[in-house]
Structures are given as C-alpha cells and as structure tokens.
T-cell receptor, first 118, second 113 residues
Framework: DTGVSQDPRHKITKRGQNVTFRCDPISEHNRLYWYRQTLGQGPEFLTYFQNEAQLEKSRLLSDRFSAERPKGSFSTLEIQRTEQGDSAMYLCASSPPWGRGATNEKLFFGSGTQLSVL | QQQVKQSPQSLIVQKGGIPIINCAYE??????FPWYQQFPGKGPALLIAIRPDVSEKKEGRFTISFNKSAKQFSLHIMDSQPGDSATYFC????????????FGQGTRLTINP
C-alpha cells in the first residue's frame, strides 16, 4: 500500500512528557499537511509544508508544537510538555505537486496517530 | 467568519433512501468545497468536491448541490447502502492549491438494511 503512513498509531503519555509523531507522505507528494481531530469534531488545520518549507501555521500550533520536514520527504510533529488538552487524533495528509492534473486537488489522509495524555 | 456549520449531527436512513447533509458558510472568499467520508479508526477520504462557479456536481451516487447566493451546499447520497454508514464532513478552503481546510462538525450517518 502506498498511502500516507503515520507512526505510531497510538501513543499514551503522561502530562509533561514530550512526544514525536512521524508522517511518511505518498511518494512524490511535495505538499504535506498536519491536522488535529478531537472526538466528535471535524479536523482542524495545524500546519502546511511545500517541500521542506513550512508555509503556514495555525494559531492552534502553540509554542509547544513544532513540525519539521527536513528533506522534503517525511515530516515529524513534536509536542513538548504535553497537556491533557493535547489528547486528540493527529492526522497527516499529502497531495501531489500543483499542476499534475485532476488529482492535484485531492488530499490523501493517513489513519492518524491517536494521542492520549494522562 | 471562518466557520462552516453542518447539519444534522446524526442521520438514520433506510437502505435505498436519499440522505441529505447540509452545510453553510460565511466567508465568501472560500473557493473550494469538498466532502469527506470517515470510517472509525481511519482518516478522512475525499468523496466529492465542488468549486463555487458550479451549482451541481455528480459522481456516481454522490451529488453536491451548491447555492452561492445562500452560501450553502449539500451532499445527497442516492440509493444509500449500509456500507455508506460513516461520518461525513463538509469543508471549505480559501485556496485549492494550499488546502487549509475548515471542516464542519460532521454528520454520523447510519443506513439501516
């Protein structure tokens, strides 16, 4: 399967600990997004990369959150000093380079990392 | 102004019925309106999408109706099947190129056999 891969699928941590999630986009997809989804709600945009450049960050992304995409391939999302309010599903999505035809509008989501902060 | 309001929150329909899910938005600068389907434990998957210069779009059993003046759009599922049971989200974006999507709250759809 060549879909968007996220690791780990589940993470349980204690309040105050740091956590890091990884996202591997579909090969050759240069645009990568992070979203957060809490139970019973729609996903909320966190940040967007085009290649290795982080082009947009939501105000939801506090100073405790940092995302990187060092070589324009996989991406990591780190949360420092986790709080109970950080408990959510963290979704990664990717899309192909702009101008590649009909599929360039499609966002492909991974299955997410479910974070529980105790 | 960035919100997208979705209704109903949940919907139960008999097999073969036509569930309709509605969404309303405020920001007239939104330029792209997708619908996503999400099964438990999975990420959302794009179902169908529309741009504001089109009033209706059909793909298979799924139809989007778009009313630009009312700032509303809706999803219709023809000949619904139990396998369509999922949570559906409408969304909107200012740009098709950089999809900073604003999602609705979701509709949990159940299709009874």
């Amino acid at each position: 399967d060549t879909g968007v891969s996220q690791d780990p699928r589940h993470k349980i941590t204690k309040r105050g600990q740091n956590v890091t999630f990884r996202c591997d986009p579909i090969s050759e997809h240069n645009r990568l997004y992070w979203y957060r989804q809490t139970l019973g709600q729609g996903p909320e945009f966190l940040t967007y990369f085009q290649n290795e450049a982080q082009l947009e960050k939501s105000r939801l992304l506090s100073d405790r959150f940092s995302a990187e995409r060092p070589k324009g391939s996989f991406s990591t999302l780190e949360i420092q000093r986790t709080e109970q309010g950080d408990s959510a599903m963290y979704l990664c999505a990717s899309s192909p380079p702009w101008g590649r035809g009909a599929t360039n509008e499609k966002l492909f989501f991974g299955s997410g990392t479910q974070l529980s902060v105790l | 102004q960035q919100q997208v309001k979705q209704s109903p929150q949940s919907l139960i329909v008999q097999k073969g019925g036509i569930p309709i899910i509605n969404c309303a938005y405020e920001n007239t600068a939104f330029d792209y309106f997708p619908w996503y389907q999400q099964f438990p434990g999975k990420g959302p998957a794009l179902l169908i999408a529309i741009r504001p210069d089109v009033s209706e779009k059909k793909e298979g059993r799924f139809t989007i109706s778009f009313n630009k003046s009312a700032k509303q759009f809706s999803l219709h599922i023809m000949d619904s099947q139990p396998g369509d049971s999922a949570t559906y989200f409408c969304a909107a974006s200012l740009s098709l190129r950089a999809q900073k999507l604003v999602f609705g709250q979701g509709t949990r759809l159940t299709i009874n056999p």
